[in-house]
């Protein structure tokens, strides 16, 4: 069983920067598919930035492309989201997700759908963009 922790949410001003960590408890996630996931308040979960093992491929949502960026530190055995230009509509819920070691996808963007079926889920860190 992989323990997905994230961290790295808080309270941050329009315009302003987060980043986000996810860990694998004691364990590496250099051979997983890895996702952000958030939920706001009354609204469904929607998949923010994705990264492949095999290719390092990553998709971005359109709402958060050219703000976000999604990476690996191997060493740090993290996925981190950086987030730049915060906006209050970022406000949420962010989870990090994975799956299980060297699986394959053919689409990057399957990934990141709401209705892909990760295989670990985080508890969750909130991020709150607000004046």
């Known amino acids: 069983q992989l323990q997905l922790v994230e961290s790295g949410g808080g309270l941050v001003q329009p315009g302003g920067s987060l980043k986000l960590s996810c860990a694998a408890a004691?364990?590496?996630?250099?051979?997983?598919?890895v996702g952000w996931f958030r939920q706001a308040p009354g609204k469904e979960r929607e998949g923010v930035s994705c990264?492949?093992?095999?290719?390092?491929?990553?998709y971005y949502a359109d709402s958060v492309k050219g703000r976000f960026t999604i990476s690996r530190d191997n060493a740090k055995k993290t996925v981190t989201l950086q987030m730049h230009s915060l906006k209050p509509e970022d406000t949420g819920v962010y989870y990090c997700?994975?799956?299980?070691?060297?699986?394959?996808?053919?689409?990057?963007?399957?990934?990141?759908?709401?209705?892909?079926?990760?295989?670990?889920w985080g508890q969750g860190t909130q991020v709150n963009v607000s004046i």
């Open positions: 997700a994975a799956d299980a070691a060297s699986k394959i996808i053919s689409r990057i963007q399957a990934l990141c759908a709401p209705k892909y079926e990760h295989d670990y």
């Open positions: 004691g364990r590496t996630l250099e051979y997983s598919n």
């Open positions: 990264i492949s093992h095999s290719d390092g491929s990553t």
